[in-house]
């Protein structure tokens, strides 16, 4: 596409801009989330949208979340005198998330009184398919079609290539991914897919054949999609049995995650869970991992494998977790 015509692109969502990043479309970026900090990249980039919540203990920041959403409808702020300024051509957003992301009704107020000529994509992803349907999609939105095709073969092969590693002949072990730590929030969505796909079954919100998919399985096992994530009560955790367990909170750096692992294996009941005992416990980088439906799933899943059948080639260098101790 020639300069002239090429799209200014907002995008309000970090998995959108991890995928026009890697299309090649990074230049075309004129405003971003604050959240969208990967590839380092949009750092210069102005950035148009701030959160109402703001740090605490995961109990407290769950707290004034539910607070704010009741009483505003929305988690952020968005900077409309700036986003008019910009004059985007199109606008990258989503209706997974109202806590992770700014909600499309506020986008869309906005958009109409400010910038009324721009277009927006909306995600809406649900499984791993869904997520590299989206990489394409976000190409084709910046005019970059065959980088969108080669980008998501690539994602595809490392995906199967990974796959290899998993014996599907066997159930595999009972797995748990929590989302958050007080209160507990298992993980649904493209993660329990996942987290089946690398070898593991996730009793807490298994997979379900879409309507007239028959078995989904085989080639059309993607067509077996899991709900949301939803919130637990320790009683469910223990009932679940995990024997692996990660702990990824939305969100959450490294280091605070590990944190509030720390906190999480100081409970009462923390010693019935069969990871804990097993000493098999993962922490990653909810921020950057697992929870953004962006390409870098496809580096959560390679580790995932791993992980689970102990297959330490399969993990990506610098993959960023730690074992809880």
Not at 213 to 229: D, F
Not at 298 to 314: I, M
Request: with cysteine.
């Amino acid at each position: 596409m020639p300069a002239s015509t090429s799209p200014r692109i907002v995008s309000l969502v970090p998995s959108a801009t991890e995928a026009l990043a890697l299309v090649g479309g990074l230049p075309l970026l004129v405003g971003r989330s604050h959240e969208c900090d990967f590839p380092p990249g949009p750092g210069h980039v102005p950035t148009l949208t701030a959160p109402r919540v703001l740090g605490g203990s995961p109990a407290e920041i769950d707290s004034r979340v539910s607070r704010a959403l009741s009483a505003s409808g929305s988690l952020y702020h968005l900077d409309e005198p700036r986003l008019a300024s910009l004059k985007p051509d199109v606008i990258l957003t989503q209706t997974l998330c109202d806590v992770c992301s700014i909600d499309l009704a506020s986008v869309e107020r906005v958009v109409r009184r400010s910038c009324p000529g721009a277009s927006i994509l909306t995600l809406n992803p649900r499984g791993i398919e869904d997520v590299l349907d989206d990489v394409f999609r976000v190409a084709v939105a910046a005019g970059l079609d065959d980088a969108g095709t080669r980008a998501v073969v690539a994602l595809r092969e490392r995906l199967f290539a990974a796959a290899e590693f998993v014996n599907p002949y066997d159930d595999g072990p009972p797995v748990a991914l929590l989302e958050w730590t007080d209160p507990l929030f298992g993980t649904g969505h493209w993660t329990v897919q996942m987290i089946e796909r690398a070898g593991g079954r996730h009793p807490l919100n298994p997979t379900a054949p879409h309507p007239g998919a028959g078995a989904a399985s085989g080639p059309q096992v993607a067509q077996r999609l899991a709900g949301k994530s939803r919130r637990l009560t320790p009683h469910e955790l223990i009932a679940s049995a995990p024997e692996w367990l990660i702990i990824a909170p939305c969100g959450v750096s490294l280091p605070d995650a590990l944190s509030q692992a720390r906190a999480l294996a100081t409970t009462p009941w923390w010693g019935d869970l069969p990871a804990a005992r097993a000493g098999r416990v993962a922490v990653v980088d909810g921020s950057q991992m697992f929870n953004r439906p962006g390409p870098r799933i496809v580096d959560a899943f390679e580790w995932l494998v791993g992980w689970l059948n102990q297959r330490p080639e399969t993990m990506p260098p610098g993959f960023p977790w730690a074992p809880l101790t």
